[in-house]
Nanobody, 125 residues
């Protein structure tokens, strides 16, 4: 089973940037739609962005459109999330996961699996 390791989180001031990485091992994620998610304390996990198998199509939650960019590198078996103009409300643990079922048009969290341990992003005001 593929294992995912998220990294790149940290503490940043509002307006700053971070680049998250999601490295896969034990298998390839190139055959999967990949998603980035976040979960803030006391909140449900929510999808932030997703990218199609070949990177030609992307999805962003309204709250991050224009600020976040998802990308992938098949050669490195890695998915990235570039986060710019960060806001305090972006504070959360960020996770990545492959979409193991369902079509692109339906983005249900339950369609994603093989979650990593997450990486903490904290944005100070």
């Amino acid at each position: 089973q593929v294992q995912l390791v998220e990294s790149g989180g940290g503490l940043v001031q509002a307006g700053g940037s971070l680049r998250l990485s999601c490295a896969a091992s034990g298998g390839t994620v190139s055959d999967y739609i990949m998603g980035w998610f976040r979960q803030a304390p006391g909140q449900e996990r929510e999808i932030v962005a997703a990218i199609s198998r070949y990177g030609s199509t992307t999805y962003y939650a309204d709250s991050v459109k224009g600020r976040f960019t998802i990308s992938r590198d098949h050669a490195k078996n890695t998915v990235y999330l570039q986060m710019n103009n960060l806001k305090p409300e972006d504070t959360a643990v960020y996770y990545c996961a492959p979409k193991i079922r369902g079509p692109w048009a339906v983005m249900r969290i339950t369609d994603f699996d093989s979650w990593g341990q997450g990486t903490q992003v904290t944005v100070s005001s």
